[in-house]
């Protein structure tokens, strides 16, 4: 891998997020913004931007900022950060759930192997690029986390498709 200083956004796309970066990163990312955001929860959206800000130091978000961002966006870099934060937690959000389980769709558990041998892949290529030098700096330690996180998420989805439920995450 490349020895190179990753940018805030690369940082974004390839490890988890500290919290607050991963707050800041869904309400802009968000259509509308920060604004938008705000204005789903009655915000005052200068304030609202100025708390996720990760250069203002004299304003921080609090927890109604945390359930105002990820209410609205439902970014999944929040959840990992708030797993991370917990200790490795993973997370994995139904979206409908039934009385009785329906039975599974083959169609349905196929995708979803094929979504966890994807993840499974690339968790194992990444491990290989790593390697290569025989040197795992904290860039490529963080990155390796993110993707072995995402391979277990997927094994979670995995199980809850074999069972009929339907998953987003």
Known sequence: ??????????????????????LYHAAREYPGGVKAVAACYGLNPTTLQHKLSPTQATHIANIDDLEAVLGATRDPRILDSLGELAGGCLWLCPVERRVQPRPPEQREVLEVIATLHDRLGEMIAAVSDSLDDGIVDEHEHAELRKRARQTMEAVLALEMAATGEVCDG
């Open 1 to 22: 891998m490349s020895r190179r200083w990753l940018s805030s956004q690369e940082r974004a796309q390839r490890e988890v997020l500290p919290l607050n970066l991963a």
